[in-house]
Structures are given as structure tokens and as C-alpha cells.
């Protein structure tokens, strides 16, 4: 049904092999004024509802924080942090069991624009098991049960099969999981010593389709992705293994490791190569592009598409694109 294509990978290995991509931390780390304890918790519930903030058919989430104007996961992120500043209880277990749809419509509205946040009952009711789950647990900061744990994210009883027991960590291809195992070990001190594999969301779907280190096989599924319909649950659990399997095959052919071109990947495909066919930045960056100079720079050619030399789709006016999505997991 769907695969990895062996050389499609090997000629990005060798491309990000000349690069030197930017460490895998958040862009704007913020310090809360709570340390490290609580800071792990406000990402252990951003990242819960982080899940299509650029839905198909639907607004972009997006607002203005510290007089910036930010898109996606970026305003997600740094709106609930500077919440957290005046108001610490946001990153508690017991506000989470209470909080609302109207809670996070009235958080995401930023300077008189009403909230663009999505599925906000969704969003509220994954906060409230999120509480539940802390409150079984007995723990006040999601750190305590990574020390329960012997500071172990893999395996038997390790944080990740913790994690599995709140239902927005339920995934089984554990994107919100490797996600919030990334942040917390770069912006929260937490330890990591395994090799894990790399969270993937819809951009990164949406990239690797177009530059063919994942081929499809199967003419309906590939319809399916032209035409940017909902996949089975099946399907969907398939291709994202498939994006997750290739990323993994490109760390250990390039030297970088999965979390570094997690953010690689991420930052450039959801940047240069968004949906819209006719808005992808082949091989040119225009003025307006929003990739981090950081991102911008670590290219063979500094705002031109890293890999628009090898790129299947390169050029080509239809281009895959990631499933219209409704569920919670990524």
C-alpha cells in the first residue's frame, strides 16, 4: 500500500549530510517564572491539543502575542505561555479537569479578534482527561512520574506507555508523545538517553509525499491524497509509520538524529511546500515566507528549497497532499 523509497532517501541523506541544521529546541523558549516542574506540565497540555491548527477547509489558528503576529503551533504555544505568567494556575491538574470551550476560545482571543481555535469542545474535553489522568496518577507535575519511571521513555512501564494513558496521547504512532519527549528534554531539562523515533504531523506527511521518500502504491489511497480526502483509520496509521519509518532511515544515513530533522522537515514543509500547489517555493523563497532565517540558512543555497534537485513533485503544478483529518492525534 505504501512504502519507503530507498533511493528517494538516500539523495535527501545525502543533501542534509552537507547541511547543519539548527538544534531541536523550540524557537522562543520562554521562562515561565515557575521552573522547570511546571514548565513541563504548560507543554504536557499545549501540545495535548495540538493537533490540526491549520485544519483543511477550516481557519488557520492565529493571533498576536508580544505585538507579533504568529500562525499555527506558534500561537498555540507561546499564547498559552504568556498566560501562564500572570496566571501559573493554567498549568495545573485541577484547572485542566474544569476548563472549557469557552475557557480557551476566551485564551486564544487576542487583542479584540475572536479565537480561530478549532474544535474547541474537543480541545477542552482532552484537557479534562489530561486533569484525570494526573489526578489517578497522583501527580502534581508530569515530572514526578518521569522520575516514577526511572527517567525511562521506552519500553515496559517507560513514559511513553504512560503517557498512553490520557487520551490525547493515545496515538499509536505517538506523535504528540515524541513531540512533548522532544520539548521536554530541550526546553525542560528532562533526560534523554534512548534514540527515539520522530513525531510526524500533517506537514511532514504532506512533504515527504512530495518528495517521494514515501510512495504510495495503491491507486485508490492515491486518489485519496490528491483529492485530500479522509483516510480509514488504517490508512492513516500506515502512512505516518511509513513518514515516520523513512525519517528514521534518513538520520542514520545522514548522522543527524530524528528530533533534529523532525524541525528540519517541519519548519521547511509547512513554510515552503504548504498546501496549495501554486503557493510552494520550488526554487525560490519570496519575500514573504515565514521559515526561520535559521532554517533558511542551513540549505545548500540559502532561500531556495533544499531539495528542489531531487524533488519528485518539484515544479509540478498538482502535488500531493496531506488527508483532511478529523480526529485528535496530530
Avoid at 522520575?147 to 504512560?162: P, S, T
Amino acid at each position: 500500500m505504501v512504502r519507503g523509497n530507498e533511493a528517494r532517501i538516500q539523495d535527501v541523506a545525502d543533501i542534509l549530510r552537507t547541511l547543519d541544521p539548527p538544534p531541536p529546541i523550540e524557537a522562543t523558549p520562554r521562562e515561565l517564572g515557575v521552573g522547570l516542574l511546571f514548565s513541563a506540565n504548560a507543554y504536557l497540555a499545549i501540545v495535548a491539543i495540538c493537533h490540526q491548527t491549520s485544519p483543511v477547509g477550516e481557519a488557520v489558528l492565529r493571533g498576536t502575542v508580544g505585538g507579533r503576529p504568529l500562525l499555527g503551533w506558534d500561537f498555540l504555544k507561546e499564547r498559552w505561555l504568556e498566560a501562564s505568567i500572570s496566571d501559573p494556575g493554567l498549568n495545573t491538574h485541577e484547572r485542566w479537569l474544569t476548563m472549557s470551550a469557552t475557557d480557551l476560545s476566551n485564551l486564544y482571543a487576542t487583542d479584540g479578534t475572536p479565537s480561530t481555535l478549532s474544535r474547541l469542545a474537543e480541545r477542552a474535553l482532552l484537557l479534562n482527561d489530561l486533569g484525570r489522568f494526573m489526578t489517578v496518577g497522583g501527580w502534581h507535575s508530569i515530572s514526578e512520574s518521569f522520575e516514577q519511571c526511572g527517567f525511562r521513555w521506552d519500553g515496559n512501564g517507560g513514559m511513553l506507555e504512560i503517557l498512553a494513558g490520557a487520551i490525547a496521547y493515545s496515538d499509536p504512532v505517538m506523535k504528540k508523545s515524541l513531540f512533548f519527549a522532544s520539548i521536554a528534554t530541550s526546553d525542560c531539562g528532562w533526560r534523554l538517553t534512548e534514540s527515539l523515533a520522530p513525531p510526524v504531523d500533517y506537514h511532514e506527511v504532506r512533504g515527504h509525499l512530495r518528495l517521494g521518500t514515501v510512495q504510495v502504491e495503491d491507486e485508490a489511497l492515491k486518489r485519496k491524497l490528491l483529492l485530500g480526502l479522509t483516510l480509514s483509520e488504517d490508512e492513516d496509521t500506515v502512512l505516518r509509520c511509513t513518514v515516520s519509518n523513512a525519517i528514521q532511515r534518513i538520520s542514520e544515513l545522514s548522522g543527524h538524529s530524528a528530533a533534529v530533522l523532525h524541525y528540519y522537515f517541519w519548519n521547511i514543509f509547512r513554510s515552503c511546500c504548504p498546501r496549495p500547489s501554486v503557493a510552494t517555493h520550488c526554487f525560490s523563497c519570496p519575500t514573504s515566507c515565514q521559515c526561520p532565517e535559521a532554517y533558511q540558512q542551513a540549505r545548500p543555497v540559502p532561500h531556495v528549497c533544499p531539495f528542489s534537485t531531487s524533488c519528485e513533485s518539484a515544479g509540478q503544478n498538482v502535488k500531493m497532499v496531506d488527508p483532511a483529518y478529523a480526529g485528535h492525534f496530530y
